[in-house]
T-cell receptor
Framework: AQTVTQSQPEMSVQEAETVTLSCTYDTSESDYYLFWYKQPPSRQMILVIRQEAYKQQNATENRFSVNFQKAAKSFSLKISDSQLGDAAMYFCAYRSADGGSNYKLTFGKGTLLTVNP | KAGVTQTPRYLIKTRGQQVTLSCSPISGHRSVSWYQQTPGQGLQFLFEYFSETQRNKGNFPGRFSGRQFSNSRSEMNVSTLELGDSALYLC???????????FGPGTRLLVL
């Protein structure tokens, strides 16, 4: 079974600074997808960024980028120019792509990000 | 396009009762997944439906069940509620299941 580990329960960053959230995962599969979701106090789960394992290029979405290291099974999220609205719980998630039909997401425990003005 | 909607948003029940939660996916999406979120266990997969068929099921007791209708709307039912069923229940939809899942706002269930 796949597992996702987020080793930082809480992180804080100053507004306009950069912060990196860590995520490691364990899998024996070769093809899969990785996601970062953001859950603000409203509890709405919002997709931040997605990475396909077969792509070597790291995904980027505006101020959000990932450092995907497949051999190390590491998938960190970098938030640049942090804004107050970035404050939220961030979840790293894994989903298999190796055939079959098991498309469930496996989540880490989350990292609570605080942005200080 | 309208996002995923869930009703009701909040629910209070007592032990032993049953509850039904509803989820309407994004228009055109045919796969609906359900997750339970609690402070202790985090986010856990309940089940996934596609074209009215349950394709996958997580490790939950039989008290948790679901169904999907021909318009892709889905319901989940929890019978004989226990205190430990208090949680945020999240529904997510995707076109066929293998794409990115988009989440609804959740239903917060409190069991007293």
């Amino acid at each position: 079974a796949q597992t996702v580990t987020q080793s930082q329960p809480e992180m804080s960053v100053q507004e306009a600074e950069t912060v990196t959230l860590s995520c490691t995962y364990d899998t024996s599969e070769s093809d899969y997808y990785l996601f970062w979701y953001k859950q603000p106090p409203s509890r709405q789960m919002i997709l931040v960024i997605r990475q396909e394992a077969y792509k070597q290029q790291n995904a980027t979405e505006n101020r959000f980028s990932v450092n995907f290291q497949k051999a190390a099974k590491s998938f960190s999220l970098k938030i640049s120019d942090s804004q107050l609205g970035d404050a939220a719980m961030y979840f790293c998630a894994y989903r298999s792509a190796d055939g079959g039909s098991n498309y469930k997401l496996t989540f880490g425990k989350g990292t609570l990000l605080t942005v200080n003005p | 396009k309208a996002g995923v909607t869930q009703t009701p948003r909040y629910l209070i029940k007592t032990r032993g009762q049953q509850v039904t939660l509803s989820c309407s996916p994004i228009s055109g999406h045919r796969s609906v997944s359900w997750y339970q979120q609690t402070p202790g266990q985090g986010l856990q997969f309940l089940f996934e439906y596609f074209s009215e068929t349950q394709r996958n099921k997580g490790n939950f007791p039989g008290r948790f069940s679901g169904r999907q209708f021909s318009n892709s709307r889905s319901e989940m039912n929890v019978s004989t509620l226990e205190l430990g069923d208090s949680a945020l229940y999240l529904c997510a939809s995707s076109w066929m299941g293998e794409e990115t899942q988009y989440f609804g706002p959740g239903t917060r269930l409190l069991v007293l």
